[in-house]
């Protein structure tokens, strides 16, 4: 059994994968999943668009207001990523989706 995270991060998908111990690599029917890969492209390319570098008088500066602004997009493919995750579930992982309640606070 192993536990699929769905969290943001610069220029990585936004699943994760673990096992009892430590991270791992995505298995291959997650991996070789086209249509769950496309969602993740989009997830993060949209993410990593808003850090901005030497931008602000900062080094690296993180556009929140152009997160907020797109927060329903990003809702709306977290939410296709949970469904396709769940199309492809074996009973051999579970979800746990850290960005949802994040995004929907802000």
Not at 68 to 91: F, H, Q
Not at 93 to 100: G, S
Request: charged fraction near 30%; charge should be negative; glycine fraction near 2%.
């Amino acid at each position: 059994m192993f536990t699929v995270k769905i969290m943001n991060e610069f220029i990585h998908s936004p699943l994760w994968i673990y096992d009892e111990d430590s991270i791992i690599d995505e298995p291959e029917f997650i991996a070789n999943d086209a249509r769950l890969q496309d969602l993740c492209n989009k997830v993060e390319n949209m993410f990593s668009s808003y850090y901005e570098f030497d931008s602000h008088n900062e080094p690296c500066w993180f556009n929140h207001e152009k997160e907020k602004g797109e927060k329903n997009t990003m809702l709306k493919l977290i939410s296709c990523i949970k469904e396709r995750l769940a199309e492809i579930n074996d009973g051999n992982f579970v979800v746990e989706d850290l960005e949802t309640e994040r995004l929907k606070n802000l």
